[in-house]
């Protein structure tokens, strides 16, 4: 009985599904233009490489930054025209509060006459109305300044887009020349992430119950690596496979083709 199950086991072990899969980057990005303008520049030199914080890519942004310069002085002076509002503001409202009371002791007594109770009350009118329309003025200019910081922020960003670097990431292809006019969504290059990596097996539906409990065996060496992402719907593709994936340590080489093995501990 013993050997009988000893033969079992070994049979097993010996049918154990091996699934090939190539040793791909963790993550490819393609990356698209949020900008509309001309390539100036493209470092091909770069690709295969891991990039730092210089541009890869340069799209024309001259006018960016002039307009950046402009915005920059208009909010300066938009800035001290509030500030000086303001100041107009409290001596109106230091006025306008003197004028109430001097309106209150004569509004009662008789010896006024009605024309000059009349002149008294059309001047504090008038009084609060200059108050109120500075009030209004520098609300509308904290508007416009609020608007003049979105276009602001929005150019910011432009600029930057118009810069890319993506630093950490390895080049893996660039998708425009020099000289090109780009619009919103063309595609610029593609990057990717191998600080670690990933490979990808598709399981049939009877393995995929205990799948994430299996030892993952990689070109035949036991591994401590499991399986991380399962997909319980079945892959477009492969009709009736579910998509499994094991995230590994980062290789020396990409792309090789790994044989995968899921036994039972």
Do not use: C, W
């Amino acid at each position: 009985m013993k050997i009988l199950a000893i033969m079992i086991l070994t049979f097993t072990l010996a049918s154990a599904k091996v699934y090939y899969s190539k040793v791909e980057p963790y993550e490819i990005r393609e990356i698209s233009s949020n900008v509309l303008g001309l390539v100036l520049f493209i470092d091909e030199d770069m690709i295969g490489k891991k990039l730092g914080t210089k541009a890869y890519i340069e799209i024309d942004d001259e006018l960016d930054i002039a307009e950046l310069g402009f915005i920059k002085d208009k909010l300066e002076h938009l800035q001290d025209v509030v500030k000086v509002n303001e100041e107009v503001l409290l001596n109106l409202e230091n006025s306008l509060q003197r004028k109430r009371e001097n309106y209150k002791r004569i509004e009662d007594l008789k010896f006024k006459s009605t024309v000059e109770k009349d002149r008294e009350f059309h001047e504090l009118i008038s009084s609060e109305n200059l108050y109120l329309n500075t009030q209004k003025e520098i609300l509308n200019l904290k508007v416009q300044i609020a608007d003049l910081k979105l276009r602001q922020a929005r150019l910011l960003r432009d600029v930057k887009d118009k810069n890319l670097k993506h630093e950490g990431f390895v080049l893996y292809d660039i998708l425009v020349k020099s000289g090109q006019v780009v619009n919103i969504s063309t595609p610029l290059a593609k990057v990717a992430d191998i600080s670690k990596a990933k490979l990808s097996i598709y399981l049939d539906e009877t393995d995929v119950a205990d799948a994430k409990e299996k030892t993952v065996y990689i070109d035949g060496q036991k591994t401590d690596y499991k399986i991380s992402r399962l997909l319980k719907i079945a892959d477009a593709k492969n009709i009736s496979k579910y998509l499994a994936q094991i995230i590994i340590d980062s290789p020396k080489l990409f792309s090789k083709l790994a044989t995968i093995e899921l036994k039972d501990k």
